[in-house]
């Protein structure tokens, strides 16, 4: 299973949000590819990168911080944030990006997201957002009467390579990942899930592991990395089941 440190960008910095607030920031970095640097000298296989400002106006907003992160490492990226046509997905990919992640436009633009896989097969991740199991588009500002295995079982068949399953409560807060609800929705569907949300302690990291066996490729972690409270060459370690 493998470990994807995120790099969340705001402003062109890099933060941490708590539960997708916008107002509740902890900067970690001024310069993000220095943090893309650190993770990818530790060990890391593959970086998640947010445009949260791309999340909240619904267009590319970060731009050049992505392409510094681009330029200083040769991991594989996966970005999302913000993407909402064919145009902005295939300049990301031109800029050299490996995964887009497309969130809110697979609720409001399934068609899109139909292209973008037939287009670029193998490179379209699906984003679902829960909170309280709803899912929450638009940066998180808006839920829908629509359950995660709901959303994404309209897209079994669509060659998705991988949905990253987010709950919002989770996020930031360093209060554990949502076990239940991530095997519950990676158990209902055939497509690979990448956890994601309050992944904090060897511990969790483990547990998330084990989840392997219902179709869980892979998690996502963030806070925890930066305050110091989880070591991601120990985590890497026992994600691979060599610990």
Same mark, same amino acid.
């Given at each position: 299973?493998?470990?994807?440190?995120?790099?969340?960008?705001?402003?062109?910095?890099?933060?941490? #949000?708590?539960?997708?607030?916008? =107002?509740?920031?902890?900067?970690?970095?001024?310069?993000?590819?220095d943090m893309a640097v650190r993770?990818? /000298?530790?060990?890391?296989?593959?970086?998640?990168?947010? $445009?949260?400002?791309?999340? @909240?106006? %619904?267009?590319?907003?970060?731009? &050049?911080?992505?392409?510094?992160?681009?330029?200083?490492?040769?991991?594989?990226?996966?970005?999302?944030?913000?993407?909402r046509d064919m145009d902005t997905?295939?300049?990301?990919?031109?800029?050299?990006?490996?995964?887009?992640?497309?969130?809110?436009?697979?609720?409001? $633009?399934?068609?899109?997201?139909?292209?973008?896989?037939?287009? @670029?097969?193998?490179?379209?991740?699906?984003?679902?957002?829960?909170?309280?199991?709803?899912?929450? #588009?638009?940066?998180?500002?808006?839920?829908?009467?629509? !359950?995660?295995?709901?959303?994404?079982?309209? @897209?079994?068949?669509? =060659?998705?390579?991988?949905?990253?399953? &987010?709950?919002?409560?989770? $996020?930031?807060?360093?209060?554990?990942?949502?076990?239940?609800a991530t095997r519950a929705l990676? &158990?209902?569907?055939?497509?690979?899930?990448?956890? =994601? %949300?309050?992944?904090?302690?060897?511990?969790?990291? @483990? /547990?998330?592991? !084990?989840? =392997?066996?219902?179709?869980?490729?892979?998690?996502? !972690?963030?806070?925890?990395?930066?305050?110091?409270?989880?070591? #991601?060459?120990?985590?890497?370690?026992?994600?691979?089941?060599?610990?």
């Open positions: 299973m493998i470990i994807i440190p995120a790099i969340d960008l705001k402003d062109g910095r890099c933060v941490r #949000l708590k539960q997708g607030r916008m =107002s509740d920031e902890t900067i970690f970095s001024n310069t993000p590819e993770w990818f /000298e530790q060990g890391a296989k593959r970086l998640h990168l947010v $445009d949260l400002d791309g999340a @909240f106006q %619904g267009k590319p907003v970060n731009k &050049t911080a992505i392409e510094k992160i681009i330029r200083a490492v040769p991991v594989p990226i996966q970005l999302g944030g913000g993407i997905i295939k300049a990301y990919f031109d800029l050299g990006l490996h995964y887009l992640i497309l969130g809110t436009a697979a609720h409001k $633009d399934p068609e899109l997201v139909e292209e973008a896989c037939y287009k @670029f097969p193998g490179q379209i991740l699906l984003g679902i957002d829960a909170k309280d199991d709803r899912v929450a #588009l638009e940066g998180w500002t808006e839920e829908i009467v629509l !359950t995660p295995v709901e959303l994404a079982k309209r @897209f079994e068949g669509v =060659s998705i390579t991988a949905i990253i399953y &987010t709950d919002i409560h989770r $996020d930031g807060m360093k209060t554990g990942p949502n076990v239940d990676a &158990t209902a569907i055939q497509i690979p899930v990448i956890a =994601s %949300g309050g992944i904090s302690t060897i511990s969790d990291v @483990f /547990e998330v592991s !084990t989840l =392997s066996e219902n179709g869980v490729m892979g998690m996502i !972690t963030g806070r925890a990395l930066y305050d110091g409270s989880l070591d #991601l060459v120990e985590a890497i370690r026992v994600a691979e089941g060599k610990n």
